[in-house]
């Protein structure tokens, strides 16, 4: 059965730091474009990250860049998204999602297979 796992969320202050992993059984992430999407109450689903493990490539929303990173491990067949300078904005269930088409950014309705996401609050 194919997989998406995400894990790392928590409670954190404004100005702290997380890392989200994104753990995929069944199938390896390498051949896959792998994208970070978050989502606030009441709002939209909102592409944050993107990386072409193929290729490397890498791309980022502009509310993110310089903030986080995303990563591959593939020894441990994940994605990690670190997550730095957060700000209570950035509060939001986090899913990652894989796509067959090697495109990033990465548009929501291109993805294949879904996590079921993890929950980031930024709070003091």
């Known amino acids: 059965q194919l997989q998406l796992v995400e894990s790392g969320g928590g409670l954190v202050q404004p100005g702290g730091s997380l890392r989200l992993s994104c753990a995929a059984s069944g199938f390896t992430l390498d051949y896959y474009a792998i994208g970070w999407f978050r989502q606030a109450p009441g709002k939209e689903r909102e592409w944050v990250s993107c990386?072409?493990?193929?290729?490397?490539?890498?791309n980022y929303a502009d509310s993110v860049k310089g903030r986080f990173t995303i990563s591959r491990d593939n020894a441990k067949n994940t994605v990690d998204l670190q997550m730095n300078s957060l700000k209570p904005e950035d509060t939001a269930v986090y899913y990652c999602?894989?796509?067959?088409?090697?495109?990033?950014?990465?548009?929501?309705?291109?993805?294949?297979?879904w996590g079921q996401g993890t929950q980031v609050t930024v709070s003091s």
């Open positions: 990386i072409i493990n193929k290729a490397g490539t890498t």
């Open positions: 999602a894989a796509s067959f088409f090697p495109t990033c950014p990465l548009p929501a309705f291109r993805a294949n297979y």
